[in-house]
């Protein structure tokens, strides 16, 4: 399958810092890529979706100016929380689809940053 | 929009025996359903999917079943090992690119020697 990279995989910040998560497809093209934020033992939310050349479209009640995103290229995506709190520490998680592909539904998730703010 | 509801939430085998998980979905207009395997720390890994077209998928010991009338859904791991304990997540979607993935609550399989 198509290899999702992220980077870095565990961070621990000063509350009120700003942390940038990257995420690239290494092997594939994605116009598309998605931000999931995870709580212990908690599914999968999705944060946004990241739009390669325009804004990315956010869900419901996440903040835009709190986590930016930025979609640069095709291969590379990247999420930033800025002026991070406590409340911020979590499990986030990038994904892409290869929209090159003829079938393309299949989601490919990256390793996951696991955020702590002190 | 699509309502994915997941059961059981957490299930218990021992090794060698078969488990499965079922999820159901609310969204008529999905059409296709991965599932996911997460283990501790790290991303969900793809392990199977089906098209609303199929209605049984297999692939050595997993297996997905589907019933589009019924929109329900299951996994099925057969010759279970310790390796598989992990969680696992169903999920549904329209299947366009630009489509986004509504996932269960997940459900902890635990394997015992």
């Known amino acids: 399958g198509a290899v999702v990279s992220q980077h870095p995989s565990r961070v621990i910040c000063k509350s009120g810092t700003s942390v940038k998560i990257e995420c690239r497809s290494l092997?594939?093209?994605?116009?598309?890529m998605f931000w999931y934020r995870q709580f212990p033992k908690q599914s999968l939310m999705l944060m946004a979706t990241?739009?390669?050349?325009?804004?990315?479209?956010?869900e419901q009640g996440v903040e835009k100016d709190k986590f930016l995103i930025n979609h640069a290229s095709l291969t590379l995506s990247t999420l930033t929380v800025t002026s991070a709190h406590p409340e911020d520490s979590s499990f986030y998680i990038c994904?892409?689809?290869?929209?090159?592909?003829?079938?393309?539904?299949?989601?490919?998730f990256g390793s996951g940053t696991q955020l702590s703010v002190l | 929009g699509e309502n994915v509801e997941q059961h059981p939430s957490t299930l218990s085998v021992q090794e060698g025996d078969s488990a499965v998980i079922k999820c159901t979905y609310s969204?008529?207009?999905?059409?296709?359903f991965p599932w996911y395997k997460q283990e501790l720390g790290k991303g969900p890994q793809l392990i199977i999917d089906?098209?609303?077209?199929?209605g049984e998928k297999k692939d050595q010991r997993i297996a997905v079943t589907l019933n589009k009338t019924a929109k329900h859904f299951s996994l099925h791991i057969t010759e279970t090992q310790p390796e598989d304990s992990a969680v696992y997540f169903c999920?549904?979607?329209?299947?366009?690119?630009?489509?986004?993935?509504?996932f269960g609550r997940g459900t902890q399989l635990t394997v015992w020697p």
């Open positions: 969204d008529s207009a999905s059409n296709y």
């Open positions: 999920a549904a979607d329209r299947g366009s690119t630009l489509g986004r993935l509504y």
């Open positions: 092997d594939f093209q994605a116009t598309t």
């Open positions: 994904s892409a689809r290869d929209t090159g592909r003829a079938t393309n539904e299949k989601l490919f």
């Open positions: 089906i098209r609303s077209n199929v």
């Open positions: 990241s739009n390669e050349g325009s804004k990315a479209t956010y």
